[in-house]
């Protein structure tokens, strides 16, 4: 009995020293995190190009914007897409003011697919031309009376589509936070596969005008929309569509006699990309306007509060000791710091690009070099931000990564369509690729004839497939 007693009263003392250890090493925390820092010169820039971004909106009609028209794309039939885009809008922005760390709700007047009911050789052309490869190809060659019945049934979305080409400019009207709609994508992704489709028609028919004019306005809004773009989902929407309209264009233009290929070539795709064009800075400053939305919705206690314990005492003390060991604006200082020190390190020529790649890389693997002792001493200071940092984080690498590569598609394009309008045999296609000017973008090698798949190759550095573009000659 009596060590029993003894190793009762042993245990009781060991949690309450243990316990007295968590009390004094929370106190100590609580100290290191007793004040948060000030702004950094990086938070600093990016606050100028937030407020910078937010005066261009006011220097912008709505009906010459193409982002109100996007976000009424779904509207009904009945309904003008510009006047609900601009509802739409004026709604969300009314009520985040009234909540702007607890929105909630539906945008109003949703719209629908306005799409009818497709045929079911329609949809299998779709499905087989997710990518343009081979089958796609044949697909497309055997194709003319669905594609014809797609173009006849669906006249609104093609209307709407071009509506929304004409609009001059593009200009993010909401503010940037974890709440943000998105325009509906997918539909507009639609009305550009059917105007490539009419395209494809046009060539058919051996109208390289007709050709040039649809490929030149839709190149010309989406180069357009990506250098405007001022949101990262906006900026790889743009850099997706104009993936999808070289691979597509390229289809089209084949189809067109030899002699009229370079005249229904837009001059657009002539001319190398910009740097507004892959300036990744810009759309970055929203995902970092995003963290810093969710940084202090958590500092307020909002993205802690569990469902089961809402109001419960447990809650509040969890939430009151998570609240104590963040600091909002060191942990948005420090997504501030990567973003525009990675930045900074891909503003080189193509040439230098695959090296920069590294090296930006490196900025955002912070545990690479690190003891586990070490990476944990280190973030006394702020260790619920630090955790968010290192372990909710995201690289923004590749998405720069893949900005960059549409240069190499670009140019394997135009000289693709050169090469097949000269008329140059697949049995040479090896020799002219090496003979010519236009060359892979980082290396300078020449572009890749694959004389199995009867397609030239820019091979870029995403990773995987999607590094991986292909062109049927």
């Not at 509506?163 to 997918?186: D, E, G, K, S």
């Not at 070289?246 to 233009?253: P, R």
């Amino acid at each position: 009995m009596t060590l029993t007693k003894k190793l009762l009263k042993a245990v009781m003392w060991l949690g309450l020293a243990s316990a007295g250890l968590l009390i004094v090493a929370y106190l100590v925390l609580i100290g290191v995190n007793w004040r948060d820092q000030p702004p950094s010169q990086a938070a600093l820039r990016l606050m100028k190009l937030s407020a910078s971004q937010s005066a261009r909106q006011l220097t912008v009609a709505d009906q010459d914007n193409a982002y109100v028209y996007l976000m009424g794309f779904s509207a009904d039939p009945a309904q003008e897409p510009q006047a609900l885009g601009a509802k739409r809008i004026a709604w969300f922005q009314a009520q985040f003011e009234k909540s702007p760390d607890d929105f909630a709700g539906d945008l109003p007047d949703k719209g629908r697919d306005f799409k009818p009911q497709r045929s079911a050789e329609l949809q299998a052309l779709l499905k087989t031309c997710k990518s343009v490869d081979a089958p796609c190809l044949k697909a497309l060659e055997n194709g003319d009376k669905t594609l014809a019945a797609w173009l006849a049934s669906e006249p609104l979305l093609l209307a709407r589509y071009k509506a929304l080409l004409n609009r001059p400019a593009y200009v993010h009207r909401l503010p940037f936070n974890i709440y943000t709609p998105l325009p509906p994508y997918a539909q507009v992704h639609e009305g550009q596969k059917l105007l490539l489709t009419q395209a494809w028609q046009l060539a058919a028919q051996g109208d390289a005008a007709g050709v040039k004019q649809l490929l030149a306005q839709d190149i010309e809004f989406w180069r357009q929309n990506l250098a405007a773009s001022d949101s990262l989902i906006a900026k790889m929407n743009a850099a997706n569509a104009l993936q999808r309209h070289f691979m597509w264009g390229n289809a089209v233009l084949r189809r067109l006699p030899p002699a009229l290929m370079t005249q229904g070539l837009p001059q657009q795709w002539r001319a190398p990309m910009s740097d507004a064009e892959r300036a990744m800075l810009p759309s970055l400053t929203s995902e970092w306007q995003v963290s810093n939305s969710i940084f202090q919705h958590a500092k307020e206690g909002g993205s802690t509060a569990l469902p089961e314990m809402d109001g419960t005492l447990n809650n509040r003390l969890f939430t009151s000791m998570f609240k104590s060991l963040l600091q909002p604006q060191d942990s948005s200082n420090k997504f501030a710091e990567r973003l525009t020190a990675s930045d900074a390190a891909l503003q080189v020529p193509y040439a230098q690009y695959p090296a920069a790649v590294e090296r930006a890389q490196s900025l955002w693997d912070i545990r690479a070099e690190e003891s586990e002792f070490l990476f944990f001493a280190r973030r006394l200071y702020n260790p619920v931000g630090e955790f968010f940092l290192t372990f909710a984080s995201w690289d923004p690498i590749w998405y720069a990564v893949r900005l960059s590569d549409l240069e190499g598609l670009r140019r394997m394009a135009v000289l693709t369509t050169e090469l097949r309008s000269q008329g140059v045999a697949t049995g040479q296609l090896a020799q002219k690729l090496a003979e010519a000017p236009a060359r892979n973008p980082y290396t300078g090698q020449p572009f890749v004839w694959d004389a199995s798949a009867k397609t030239v190759v820019f091979t870029g550095l995403q990773k995987g497939e999607r590094g991986r573009h292909a062109l049927f000659y």
